[in-house]
């Protein structure tokens, strides 16, 4: 009996070591397709995102829900990577304003099929504005299209927004990423993705992957006459561990990231494989302090916090330099001549100091700031503490879950936190949401009449050299006065395989590449 | 035995009863408001309390965990949160991934610990068991992050053996999977391989100086033959029970490496629920971890009666 046990041992050891001992055949088999459309054309192309949380597009909230919208699904006016409007890439082929820029009238291309093979008409636009802009569906866009009259369809290419007051950015508007056009005969927004995008999703699981193919009737067309997308289809693995998805990406089992953490990207930039691409955002992680209440109410301490910061140090502690000094306003560089130039705010203790003397807090001042847990901002929080001991501000740092933070007792109630702010096409959001008195998000608290007038009036203004010269006052006032400190703005980063080409990274807007022309090079 | 089977199997029932009422509690104090998660961070407030209606969020405690707990014994593991979806399917297709790498680690670190055990025990205190002390230690102390992401820079990417990533499709068959698990299988063999290598040393020796074993030596069998006959069916006993808990380690507790190699495993699974606050994933994933640590425990003990007569129980 127990030499029968040795035998059966030493017939696993040796299964064991054989199944050790055999290297893998090169799992990724590139299939050619039978008949390519040109050399351009083929290829799946792999990727990894952390899950996603929404996948219907009036719930989108995080960088994973847009970036898989936005391959089954398309926009009624494309904003391209130097952020302008792009007719040739949108679902509307041209449109037309009135003076007052109330009256939006948009034209449809005719014959766009959904995937399931229905044709898109103005209605399908009707009613995608129509939801996100009605309450009671409660989309985070409801705020964004509260100006909006009413939206009429005169023929089924035709689409007229009439607007209540007049909004020259209203281009920019309606290229917010919830405002993918979808499917008004769709029953479930949430497991039908029914869209007009280059790829259709072919199979879904929310802890897994997505996997989307080829749309057979897509309607664009490269310089060539040639159908767009090159590629025939996209896999989107859901991988949460960044080093994971790095290692992936070095190891050839992806072919491509949307959003590369800093500390990695030496390693990348070293191999002979990999791309890496980079460029300025507005996108930013706001200090802001509750100016309403609590120690911060006093403009002075605001000016001592702000006048006791080193941004630079910041900006090279936290993400190791991939970003851009700010100067404590929401308007970043990435905005053109909106931004106002003015030279980095040097820091001055004794300023800083003396301020909080007058203020009362001479024998210093403990803060507690509330931290979400996911980088960078545990960093920015302990590299700030740290500057602030040098001024006498005895800071806590308390670190909570993103959901924690976000949730309604977090972000909007809290004394001090970190808000991370994505990246909006033109300068007006920020203002209307975080900054004039009664905006829906206005975390800090801070009511300057001053800066809600400029603010107001900017948002009217017609004239380019008149909107300019208020959006520069309004910075004024932020670097003055303000209720936040915003140290840096980052670089966008992206990581591909160096095969992967036509890849174009855009300024300003979020992490999203135009996927349809971005081909394999053989 | 029939009748100590029937009593273990009540026991079981009795722990995955207390399980159950223990993972519904801890999930009721999860942080984070699960409507809020599944609309995002800017719903709107009417939006989140339909939400929680429709989910039965409202419902006293005690009639969610009945609904939950009735539901879950019919077979009906309730919906994904956030998909939607059916979790039974998804839950048994990532039971049946770990239970693939839990097999291969196992072909890997039982044989090979125990041949180490037992080359230390007989090799005591000198060169060969110091080494194989010394190194199998060191590896247990490994964090699974660390040696896992120091095997795929040398054997995935310097080498380029393996893949870096096991992000396998879940539909794919074991054969299909293979070159994608040997990475993490190795990664958790190097932690296991210790443990059965240790439990096999010390059991080894315990029984070397034991006097049957010296009885059989005097009586003038071969080293061989006393080592096998004699030796082994006894100290290999206290590996039988290391190896059973590993098994529930294996098929529940791999969070890191899964994590590292983005394997699709129970363990992945899990995180993702509480992550996302997918209740019916985090209860329906506790339960199985639970129910297989009780088995493997049960088998563990059969197996432990079956080597060792004497403390067989309840004939």
């Known amino acids: ?522 | 035995m029939g009748p100590y089977l029937i009593r273990r199997f009540g026991f079981i029932l009795l722990t995955l009863f207390l399980a159950s009422l223990i993972i519904f509690s801890i999930t009721q104090f999860l942080p984070g408001d699960i409507a809020q998660v599944i609309l995002g961070q800017f719903a709107t407030e009417a939006a989140i309390a339909n939400l929680r209606e429709e989910l039965g969020l409202n419902d006293p405690l005690h009639m969610q965990y009945l609904n939950w707990a009735g539901n879950f014994i019919r077979g009906d593991w309730g919906d994904s949160l956030v998909s939607r979806t059916p979790v039974r399917p998804i839950v048994t297709q990532r039971l049946v991934n770990s239970a693939m790498l839990a097999g291969l680690a196992l072909l890997i670190y039982v044989p090979l610990g125990i041949i180490l055990g037992v080359i230390a025990a007989l090799k005591r205190d000198k060169l060969p068991d110091q080494l194989i002390t010394g190194v199998s230690m060191a590896f247990v102390g490994l964090p699974e992050f660390v040696s896992g992401l120091l095997l795929i820079s040398f054997l995935a990417i310097g080498l380029g053996w393996f893949p870096a990533n096991s992000s396998i499709d879940p539909d794919s068959t074991f054969l299909e999977s293979l070159p994608y698990l040997i990475l993490p299988a190795i990664t958790v063999s190097l932690t296991g391989l210790g443990y059965i290598a240790r439990m096999t040393r010390s059991g080894t020796i315990d029984v070397l100086r034991a006097d049957y074993v010296r009885a059989a030596e005097l009586k003038g069998l071969s080293g061989r033959s006393v080592l096998i006959r004699h030796v082994l069916r006894n100290s290999l006993l206290p590996t039988v029970t290391v190896v059973a808990m590993g098994i529930g380690w294996l098929l529940g507790g791999l969070i890191v490496t899964e994590a590292v190699y983005g394997y699709p495993g129970l363990g992945r699974l899990l995180v993702y629920g509480i992550q996302r606050q997918d209740l019916p994933i985090i209860q329906a994933g506790s339960m199985i971890v639970v129910a297989v640590y009780s088995l493997s425990n049960l088998a563990a003990d059969i197996l432990y009666g079956l080597l060792n007569p004497r403390i067989r129980v309840g004939k």
């Open chain 1, 1 to 522: 009996m127990f030499k029968k046990t040795l035998f059966l041992l030493a017939v696993i050891l040796m299964a064991g070591m054989l199944v050790v001992s055999c290297a893998p055949d090169d799992p990724v088999v590139d299939e050619e397709p039978e008949e390519a459309i040109s050399e351009k054309h083929g290829g799946v192309l792999r990727t990894a995102t952390y899950a996603p949380g929404n996948t219907d597009p009036a719930f989108f909230g995080t960088v994973p829900d847009e970036h898989i919208g936005r391959q089954w699904g398309e926009f009624l006016v494309f904003i391209d990577e130097g952020n302008e409007p792009d007719p040739d890439r949108s679902l509307a082929e041209s449109w037309e304003v009135d003076e007052e820029a109330r009256v939006w009238t948009f034209n449809l291309r005719e014959g766009i099929l959904f995937h399931d093979g229905k044709e898109l008409t103005s209605r399908d636009v009707q009613f995608t504005f129509d939801r996100l802009r009605d309450p009671d569906v409660g989309a985070a866009t409801v705020t964004t299209y509260a100006n909006i009259n009413e939206i009429s369809t005169p023929d089924d290419y035709t689409v007229v927004f009439e607007l209540e007051d007049s909004n020259v950015d209203f281009l920019f508007d309606i290229f917010d990423y919830h405002a993918i056009i979808v499917d008004a005969d769709n029953d479930n927004f949430a497991t039908n993705l029914n869209g007009t995008g280059p790829f259709m999703v072919e199979s879904y699981s929310p802890e897994d992957r997505i996997v989307l193919t080829r749309n057979p009737d897509y309607w664009m067309n490269d310089a060539d006459g040639n159908q767009l997308p090159y590629l025939d289809g996209l896999e989107i693995i859901f991988l949460s561990e960044s080093s994971a998805q790095i290692e992936a990406l070095r190891g050839g089992q992806i072919d491509y990231l949307i959003y590369l953490p800093t500390e990695f990207i030496p390693l990348l930039e070293e191999d002979p494989g990999i791309e890496v691409y980079q460029t300025p955002s507005n996108t930013s992680y706001v200090l802001r302090m509750r100016s309403d209440e609590g120690p911060a109410s006093d403009v002075r301490v605001r000016q001592a916090l702000k006048a006791g910061t080193d941004r630079s140090a910041i900006l090279d502690g936290a993400i190791d330099g991939y970003g851009t000094v700010a100067r404590d306003t929401p308007i970043g560089p990435a905005y053109g001549d909106f931004y106002l130039d003015v030279p980095e705010l040097e820091r001055d203790v004794e300023k800083a100091v003396e301020l909080l003397e007058e203020a009362g807090y001479g024998d210093g001042l403990d803060i507690t700031i509330t931290t979400q847990e996911s980088s960078p901002v545990p960093a920015i929080a302990t590299i700030w503490k740290e500057q602030m001991a040098e001024i006498g501000v005895n800071v806590d740092i308390q670190l909570v879950p993103s959901d924690v933070y976000y949730s309604p007792e977090g972000w909007l109630e809290v004394p001090f936190g970190i808000t991370d702010w994505g990246a909006r096409s033109y300068p007006q959001p920020y203002l209307d949401l975080a900054y004039v008195c009664d905006g829906q998000w206005n975390e800090s608290h801070w009511c300057d009449p001053e800066l809600d007038e400029l603010a107001a009036a900017a948002a009217r203004e017609m004239d380019h050299d008149e909107r300019v010269r208020l959006y520069h006052e309004i910075q004024e006032i932020f670097i003055e006065r303000g209720p936040i400190i915003i140290p840096f703005f980052i670089n966008n980063l992206w990581g591909a395989s160096s095969d992967l080409k036509g890849l174009n990274p855009p300024i300003t807007l979020g992490t999203a590449m135009d996927l349809r022309v971005v081909y394999f090079e053989r």
